[in-house]
């Protein structure tokens, strides 16, 4: 039995559509965590830096990433960073580290939090439907990330290179951030991977 | 007698498909593209309803929004729709219509008869004088007039439809799809921008599709239809038919109703039938045109008396006059262009009625050709008829329009079109709160100004002719772009003489004596109703708005505002800009409930957030209970057991052995910094500047009020780290009051928040054997009492996972809150039940949490309080730390004089006198139980259950000046009659001296 | 629904991501023991509620979950300006009066 099991790792999949307009995959268990520190302290974003590999994002609602980490700007002083599935705890460690001593926070969301990747052609009606946001390209290029509602929750969204979103969203509104996009989709078709 | 008063052809009705209705139970037939009132009309239906008020016959009047009297039931059964209007529903096959009022049926009227008496018992002022007292009466009265005046019927059945709600984004929003709003659609299109257009007919092109004018050159319809399908070819452009934009909010936020499927039939094939776009624009250009004044003259709305540019519509767009011999009177050149159009159909034109004495023009000159009879400086000044129009009595009025100077003359007809000029559709413009503004020169009101980015083209500022509107429409698209008009207009000689005003047409008899002349047809408002709540001293026009009831209802005062809002300034004396008017809410027309409710509904109204062991407690038959939006298993019924039976089961096996609960939803906020500490003697009424790591400790949190407002327990981890929990439906305002006071006000103190709630699971286990479990999973932790005290917590591994453990207590018993990270909650949760198996570890749900803590006296906030206690009047000073330096969070309230009383209501144990007696929660404490109604309330029961471990009733709850009442009863008289009593006692019942969960 | 620019995210967004906090430029007295009952009692009791121009604090609670100030006109809704935690207000009701 193993001791893991992700938020969606519950939910009944819907009844297969011949055409699916729209696909989920969840992208389990990565490590998920949160920094925050003084982005005008060069002695912090050095250390991040060499840390992650990728400086840290300044720009409102953006995101870097390279082979081992996507760092997403939260707030001026907060950001996310998505590592490999197992990797949160050297990556917490390191950065504590190389910060030893500065006024900086690091906190593990891994549990807390997962990643799904929505794609399909109908995606732009359901993120019509669920979004206040105005996911129109010339609104919402490639490698914005933007913390929004997502229904009735929260959620924070990103836009990948090939046209798909990763949301991040909280672990104990995945049944019904499922159940909404189950619901949302139904004319289209959704498939789950 | 089928489709008697269809044309042989012309119209955009498709004639090669008939299509089967029902009206009142009767089958008749129409073609595609016909709307019901079309449809009805072509058939010779003349009367459709019955008046709210005097139960009078009412027939179709208009043709769009602006119809008052043709609503209808649609369909039967749960898919029944009450109240659209006739002139909107396109006509499917086997649709099913039929009136919501009359009584019997609208064709032979019961009720006409009660409203001839009991119209005079109900003048203006009817719903104050009569229903205001007494009050309790209204209900019955109410009930008496809905089934009087009928209103429609909603399906006490679930709706089988769906409808759904999308968020929109445009630079350019163009409300409107007539002349003005396809010519400023055109020109952003072109433009690049991204742009929506919305209309709430069938096809895009208002008043060009039943035009006979031309657009350079090509037949306005085409024009339009040509303008429509370069609009839906743009990538760029959204087009929605079928949808009526209802509502204009703040920064341009529009809401739009789209109905998706109506017109194939009652239910939705696939998809949803109705759909909400709330959509965000840049720039809006509002293009809703106008709509026709009717003319107020005596019986003026009998059936068979239309809007001179309805009867021209149906004639041009659907092929169908609804009458043979039609009088037309008019104010103004447009009423003439439906004169000439009836004329072209073949039917009798008996005469033109213009109450101008020197009209001259193109139109005029038209009329004459065509041997139609004009009739100048003359007037309706009354319709004759039963159930329908038979003559109209037509006399010369004087220059000014205010009196008759010579004998009417009879005419015999059956349909009396009237044009009395037209009322700009200001509505959407007046929902971000700004007034419409008189213009004299086209005698109406148009939008007054906006903070919106807002702009205004064709008739909704009185631009009427249709190469104004589209020129001006191309301006204004344009301008809304950012870009320079590509397009000029010209639709020919559109010249026409100028209107006269006229908004009570004069009788032989004075306005009080002459019949009924009505201003408002769906509220029966009439111009004597008007003029008598004038005289009785209504001056403000909302005043008398609200007197007479004009502009209420469905219709929202689309054709009557206007005459009613002339008619009171003359009687006052002012100026119709000096009376000014109503403005006008959201929404335009009706919305339905299910649009406003979207996918918001069911499973998915609000959100239910599960812990991570949610799964087992649904396989375990867990009843739940909502705490917050989280989803909390509530008690674990077993067969057979009834609810009390399952708490007395689920209570004592955590007094006698061991019971676990998922404590998961707490929120757990982590505290990172080196002025953690300092932060939290700021935000707590206790201090934790000695709190060491490896320690816990219970905080209070007050608002500066000096009132309790969340409570939990800190633990640290070391000098830099904390770990705070907060109330489970406290949790998101805890974390945003900690932000709020780290961002605004002690922004130098160096600490960060980071809500964790999501990321740890907690299985909270307690009972004499909960040592034995845990000793059982874990062995890298010195369990013993003495090395892991009550209070303290450690990090260990716990079934071989690492966790943080807290020995901390709400039950009163040894216990242990065992934290995972949730993704590995589940399996903790199934390890630690199978460890307790052979003690026979018990799930309990909130229930027995509730029991197990008040049988300690433990508060819970929002339950015991309610932001009006202090620590204080909970019994809990002993949590107030007195020698605090920092002055926190609402310490210095507890010295206000209202605050400092010693017989505030205190929060105190109540032990029921009777045993056996589970007083209700909220049962009010009174001290004499005789006492006249109303009597003295001194506080009430907050938390009360029965307790099985002590076999009596225990509560809690506030009692006035209750800590010095100690051992004095007080008495809890109930609806039913029975008085019950309990003894004020500490509320500690279980365990005073604490010695358990020491152990 | 309004749509306010958030001066964090530097973006405008829609009301559903905020919450309203009250009057802005509400300090918390530095020494409330000393203070009259009365002077604690403005404080924590007492708030503007003009028709107008009015300070008030806001907090982007599904965005970035910054609290800032804006300058709202009560009566039209129409927002001047949105401005960050320690910056001062540039339209004011004493401006907009000269
Ligand atoms: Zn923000």
Redesign the interface.
């Known amino acids: 039995m193993t001791s893991l099991h992700s938020p969606l790792a519950h939910v009944e999949l819907p009844e297969a559509h011949a055409h699916a307009g729209v696909t989920l995959r969840e992208d389990k268990f990565r490590g998920h965590l949160n920094l925050r520190g003084n982005p005008q302290d060069e002695a912090f974003t050095s250390a991040a830096e060499k840390v992650l590999g990728v400086a840290l994002p300044t720009a409102p609602n953006s995101a870097v990433e390279n082979d081992a980490v996507r760092v997403y700007w939260l707030c001026p002083n907060e950001w996310l960073l998505l590592v490999a599935e197992g990797a949160e705890g050297q990556t917490e460690a390191d950065l504590r580290a190389a910060m030893e001593g500065q006024h900086i926070a690091v906190t593990d969301l891994s549990s807390g939090q997962t990643l799904i990747n929505l794609s399909g052609e109908n995606l732009p009606e359901v993120m019509m439907k669920s979004t206040v946001y105005d996911c129109h390209e010339s609104n919402f290029p490639v490698g914005k990330a933007v913390q929004t509602t997502f229904a009735k929750a929260g959620a924070t969204i990103y836009k990948c290179a090939d046209g798909s979103y990763d949301l991040v969203i909280r672990r104990s509104f995945a049944d019904y951030i499922f159940l909404w996009l189950k619901d949302a989709c139904a004319e289209y078709g959704l498939a789950v991977q | 007698m089928s489709q008697v008063n269809r044309l042989q052809q012309g119209g955009r009705v498709d004639r090669s498909k008939p299509l089967t209705f029902t009206w009142n139970g009767k089958q008749f037939q129409g073609y595609q593209g016909d709307t019901l009132a079309s449809a009805m009309l072509a058939n010779g239906i003349k009367v459709v309803g019955r008046s709210f008020k005097y139960s009078r016959p009412r027939g179709i009047f208009g043709h769009g929004a602006e119809e008052a009297n043709a609503l209808m039931q649609l369909g039967v059964g749960k898919e029944t729709i009450p109240n659209p209007r006739a002139t909107q529903v396109e006509l499917f096959n086997g649709l099913e219509a039929s009136a919501t009022n009359g009584w019997p049926n609208s064709d032979f009227d019961l009720m006409e008869w009660v409203g001839k008496i009991g119209g005079k018992m109900m003048p203006p002022g009817f719903y104050y004088k009569t229903f205001m007292w007494p009050e309790k009466m209204w209900m019955t009265y109410e009930k008496f007039i809905r089934k009087a005046a009928g209103y429609g019927k909603a399906s006490l059945e679930a709706d089988p439809d769906i409808y ?6 445009c630079d350019v929003m163009v409300v409107g799809a007539g002349p003005a709003g396809l010519a400023a659609a055109l020109e952003a299109g072109r433009a690049g921008k ?1 742009v929506i257009l919305a209309d709430e007919q069938n096809e895009f092109g208002g008043s060009l599709l039943a035009s006979k004018q031309s657009v350079n050159g090509q037949p306005a319809a085409e024009w339009a239809e040509a303008a429509a399908a370069e609009l839906a070819a743009m990538d760029n452009v959204v087009c929605l038919p079928r949808t009526t934009v209802f509502g204009y ?5 529009l809401g739009a109703l789209e109905r998706r499927t109506d017109h194939e039939g009652m239910t939705a094939p ?3 039938r109705q759909r909400i776009h ?1 959509i ?1 624009a840049h720039q809006v250009v509002l293009a809703t045109g106008a709509i026709e004044r009717p003319l107020v003259f005596a019986n003026n709305d009998l059936p068979g008396v239309m809007l001179s540019g309805s009867v021209a519509t149906y004639v041009n767009r659907f092929g169908v006059v609804p009458g043979n011999r039609a009088v037309v009177m008019t104010t103004n050149d447009s009423g003439y262009q439906t004169a000439l159009d009836i004329h072209a159909a073949g039917r009798t034109v008996v005469a033109i009625v213009d109450t101008r004495h020197n009209p001259e023009g193109r139109l005029l000159d038209a009329a004459r050709a065509a041997g139609i009879t004009v009739k100048t400086g003359h007037a309706v000044i009354e319709a004759k008829g039963g159930k329908q129009v038979t003559d109209a009595l037509v006399a010369p009025i004087d220059a000014a329009g205010d009196s008759v100077t010579g004998k009417p003359v009879s005419m015999s007809c059956d349909l009396i079109a009237v044009a009395g000029g037209w009322s700009p559709v200001v509505h959407l413009s007046c929902h ?2 700004s007034r419409p503004q008189w213009n004299d020169d086209i005698a109406a009101f148009v939008p007054g100004p906006s ?1 919106q980015k807002q702009h205004l083209a064709g008739a909704i500022i009185g631009e009427y002719t249709t190469a104004g509107a589209l020129n001006m429409g191309a301006a204004m698209g344009a301008e809304a772009a950012g870009a320079e008009a590509g397009s000029n207009y010209d639709c020919g000689d559109e010249s026409v003489c100028p209107a006269q005003p006229m908004y009570l047409v004069p009788h032989t008899k004075s306005v009080m004596r002459a019949p009924k002349q009505f201003v408002d047809f769906q509220n029966d408002v009439t111009a004597a109703g008007i003029t008598l709540a004038n005289n009785e001293g209504f001056e403000s026009i909302e005043h008398v708005k609200r007197y007479t009831a004009m502009g209420f209802g469905t219709d929202q005062g689309k054709t009557g505002n206007i005459n009613g809002m002339a008619i009171t300034a003359k009687n006052l004396g002012k100026t119709i800009a000096e009376t000014g008017t109503t403005i006008f809410r959201p929404a335009y027309t009706p919305v339905t409930f299910g649009a406003l409710g979207g ?2 509904i069911g ?2 109204l ?7 062991m ?2 087992w407690h649904v396989e375990n038959g867990a009843l739940f209970e909502n705490v917050g939006q ?1 989803k909390r298993p509530w008690y674990y019924p077993k067969a057979g057991e009834t609810m009390q039976d399952t708490l007395n089961r689920e209570c004592m096996a955590v007094r006698n052995s061991v019971g676990m609960v998922d404590a998961s939803t707490l929120g757990k906020i ?1 505290i ?3 002025d953690a500490r300092e932060f939290l003697n700021r935000v707590y009424t206790n201090a934790f500047s000695k709190l060491a790591p490896g320690k816990c400790r219970y905080g209070l949190m007050l608002k ?2 000096g009132m309790v407002f969340d409570d939990g327990v800190t633990a640290c981890i070391n000098d830099n780290h904390f770990v705070m929990t907060t109330t489970s439906g406290g949790a998101a305002a805890v974390m ?1 009051w900690l ?2 006071w780290s ?3 002690w ?1 130098e103190l ?1 600490v ?1 928040f ?8 907690t299985c909270s286990f307690s009972g004499p054997n909960a040592r034995k479990v845990l000793a059982k999973l874990c062995d890298d932790v010195d369990l013993s009492a003495d090395a892991f005290k009550f209070m303290d917590w450690r990090e260990g591994t716990v ?3 690492k966790a943080r453990i807290f020995r901390i207590s709400f039950t009163g018993e040894l216990a242990y809150e065992v934290n995972v ?8 949760w199934q390890k630690i039940m199978a460890a307790g198996e052979e003690f026979g570890i018990t799930p309990y749900g909130t229930e027995t949490m509730h029991v197990l803590r008040a049988e300690k006296g433990y508060i819970i906030v929002g339950q015991d309080t309610d932001g009006s206690l202090t620590p204080q009047d909970c019994g809990m000073d002993w949590i107030v730390g007195k020698k605090k330096e920092f ?1 926190f969070l609402g ?3 507890f ?3 209202d605050t400092a009383r010693t017989d505030r209501k205190h929060l105190v144990g109540l032990k029921p006198i009777d045993p056996t007696v589970v007083i209700p929660e909220g049962s009010q404490a009174v001290a004499d139980p005789n006492q006249p109604i109303p009597m003295d309330m001194l506080g009430h029961v907050t938390s009360s259950y029965w307790s099985e471990c002590l076999g009596h009733g225990i509560a809690m709850g506030t009692v006035k000046n209750g800590f010095n009442m100690m051992g004095e009863t007080v008495y809890f008289p109930q609806a039913d009659g029975r008085v019950l009593a309990a003894e004020i006692v500490s509320p500690v019942f279980y365990d005073a001296k604490g010695e358990r969960h020491h152990d | 629904m309004l749509h306010i620019y958030c001066p964090y995210c530097e973006e405008l967004r829609e009301e559903e991501e905020f919450s309203y906090s009250g009057e802005a430029h509400i300090a918390r007295p530095t020494d409330p023991e000393a203070l009259t009952d009365a002077e604690w009692g403005d404080y924590v009791f007492f708030r503007k509620n003009p028709r107008g121009l009015h300070h008030e604090m806001w907090n982007h609670a599904a965005g970035c979950r910054r609290y800032f100030n804006a300058t709202r006109d009560t009566q039209s809704y129409e927002i001047h300006e949105t401005y960050k935690m320690g910056e001062k207000p540039s339209v004011t009701s004493q401006g907009a009066a000269q």
């Open positions: 759904d709600k999308l968020n929109r984004h991204r909010y703040d920064q341009n936020f696939s998809g949803s709330r965000r971000t709160g903070i996918r918001d499973d998915l609000d959100p239910a957030r599960h812990t991570a949610h799964p989280w982590d990172q910094g080196k500066e009020d945003s932000e709020m961002q605004t006000e922004p160096e960060y980071t809500s964790v709630t999501d990321h740890w699971a079934a071989g996972i990270p949730a993704n590995q909650g589940l399996y903790m002055s310490k210095r309230s010295t206000r004089p």
